[in-house]
């Protein structure tokens, strides 16, 4: 209820790194859905796609994430690689 303009648009991205004082190189996004995808791609933050339902996995890996996980673990992982969350990785 805070954004006038839903996911796909960023707005709601936005509005929380906005909130959270946190810059896009510095932020990621973990969705399950391709409009969160979508959003994440419109705002310049790196996406992790999250594949838990299996209806949804092709949509959701169509919509090129920099990451695909199945399980919330992974984020870890993600977290420990030695690189920069920067707009140019997309």
């Known amino acids: 209820d805070e954004v006038k303009q839903h996911k796909p648009h960023p707005e709601g991205i ?3 790194l906005n909130e959270m004082v946190c810059t896009r190189e510095n932020a ?11 959003a994440t791609h419109a705002a310049g ?3 992790i796609a ?8 092709d949509d ?9 996980i199945s ?6 992982d993600v977290l420990k690689e030695d ?3 920067t707009h140019s990785m997309m």
């Open 71 to 76: 399980d919330l673990i992974e984020i870890i």
């Open 45 to 47: 933050i790196y996406s």
């Open 28 to 38: 990621i996004y973990v969705g399950d859905s391709h409009t969160d995808m979508d």
């Open 14 to 16: 936005l509005l929380a």
């Open 50 to 57: 999250y594949l838990f339902h299996p209806k949804r996995s």
């Open 60 to 68: 959701l890996i169509a919509t090129q994430p920099n990451r695909v």
């Open 83 to 85: 690189h920069s969350w």
